[in-house]
């Protein structure tokens, strides 16, 4: 296991954070309007678009991370 700086994961947890209370307030806002297709597509947008690119940021930042440790 390598030693990894609290500080990067806790700015990937923010960013999470962040975007799952994006989605609660979008549904929270759209859900009585009924467009189960909106809601569908704006939630996958949400899904592979914010959350896999958040993601897919910290896996390159921690690779990085364990190549410049060793």
Not at 38 to 43: C, F, G, P, S, T
Not at 45 to 67: A, H, L, M, P
């Amino acid at each position: 296991m390598v030693a990894h700086p609290i500080k990067m994961i806790i700015n990937y947890a923010d960013e999470l954070n962040k975007e799952y209370a994006d989605i609660l307030d979008y549904l929270h806002q759209n859900i009585a309007e009924g467009d189960i297709i909106a809601l569908e597509k704006y939630i996958k947008t949400k899904v592979n678009g914010s959350f896999t690119k958040i993601i897919e940021d910290f896996v390159r930042e921690y690779e990085d991370f364990k190549e410049n440790k060793h």
